[in-house]
T-cell receptor, first 114, second 117 residues
Framework: AQTVTQSQPEMSVQEAETVTLSCTYD???????LFWYKQPPSRQMILVIR??????QNATENRFSVNFQKAAKSFSLKISDSQLGDTAMYFC???????????FGDGTTLTVKP | GAVVSQHPSRVICKSGTSVKIECRSL??????MFWYRQFPKQSLMLMAT?????????EQGVEKDKFLINHASLTLSTLTVTSAHPEDSSFYIC?????????????FGDGTRLSIL
C-alpha cells in the first residue's frame, strides 16, 4: 500500500511571492514516480511537474520546482513569482510500477492574493 | 498536448435513472483509463481502472453492478451509474494514460457533475 499526505489544507500567498507546498509519502516500492497536479476552479486537473524517484536532481518547470528528499520521503512543490492564475487546488501523487495507478493526497488549496 | 474529453459536463436527473458518462482520448491512444469520484474540496477517490478489451478492476467498496464500466476501444471508456440515487450525486472525473508507458502522467477530463434529485 502507498499513502500520500499533504498536511496543509489551505495556503495563501501574495502575488509575486514564493510559496512551498509540502507532501510526504510512504511506499514499499523502489521504482516510482511523483507528480504534482493542479486543479483550478474550472476543475480540470493538469500536470504541473513530475519527478522520477531514481533521479537525484530535482525537477524544475519554469516557476515550479520540487525539493525531492527520497530518504525522508518528502516531495515539496515550490512556486516562485506566484501569479493569480496559480490559484487552485494542488494534489501530490505517487505512481508505482507494480500497481500502475496513482495515489493522490488530499490536496492543498492555494490562493494567490493580489 | 494530450486531450481527454468527458461528456456530459453536468447531469441532473430523477432518482432511479441510469446515467452514462463518456471519456474519450482525442489525440492519443489510452490502453488504461481511470474513473474517480471527488467530493467538494476533497481528493480524488479511485473507483475503478478501465483496461481496453478487458473487464474493469474495481477498488474495494465500489459496487461493480452499480457503476458499469466499458472500455470498448483505445479512445473511449464509459461509466454508467445504474439506478442512480441521491447519494450517488458527486463529481466524477476520468483520466487516461497514454499507451506509451505506465509511467506517463495521467490526462484528465473536465469532469461530470452528477445531481440526482
Amino acid at each position: 500500500a502507498q499513502t500520500v499526505t499533504q498536511s496543509q489544507p489551505e495556503m495563501s500567498v501574495q502575488e509575486a511571492e514564493t510559496v512551498t507546498l509540502s507532501c510526504t509519502y510512504d511506499t514499499s516500492e523502489n521504482n516510482y514516480y511523483l507528480f504534482w497536479y493542479k486543479q483550478p476552479p474550472s476543475r480540470q486537473m493538469i500536470l504541473v511537474i513530475r519527478q522520477e524517484a531514481y533521479k537525484q536532481q530535482n525537477a524544475t518547470e519554469n516557476r515550479f520546482s520540487v525539493n525531492f528528499q527520497k530518504a525522508a520521503k518528502s516531495f515539496s512543490l515550490k512556486i516562485s513569482d506566484s501569479q493569480l492564475g496559480d490559484t487552485a487546488m494542488y494534489f501530490c501523487a505517487i505512481l508505482n510500477t507494480n500497481a500502475g495507478k496513482s495515489t493522490f493526497g488530499d490536496g492543498t488549496t492555494l490562493t494567490v492574493k493580489p | 498536448g494530450a486531450v481527454v474529453s468527458q461528456h456530459p459536463s453536468r447531469v441532473i436527473c430523477k432518482s432511479g435513472t441510469s446515467v452514462k458518462i463518456e471519456c474519450r482520448s482525442l489525440d492519443f491512444q489510452a490502453t488504461t483509463m481511470f474513473w474517480y469520484r471527488q467530493f467538494p474540496k476533497q481528493s480524488l477517490m479511485l473507483m475503478a481502472t478501465s483496461n481496453e478489451g478487458s473487464k474493469a478492476t474495481y477498488e474495494q467498496g465500489v459496487e461493480k453492478d452499480k457503476f458499469l464500466i466499458n472500455h470498448a476501444s483505445l479512445t473511449l471508456s464509459t461509466l454508467t451509474v445504474t439506478s442512480a440515487h441521491p447519494e450517488d450525486s458527486s463529481f466524477y472525473i476520468c483520466s487516461a494514460r497514454d499507451r506509451g508507458g505506465w509511467n506517463q502522467p495521467q490526462h484528465f477530463g473536465d469532469g461530470t457533475r452528477l445531481s440526482i434529485l
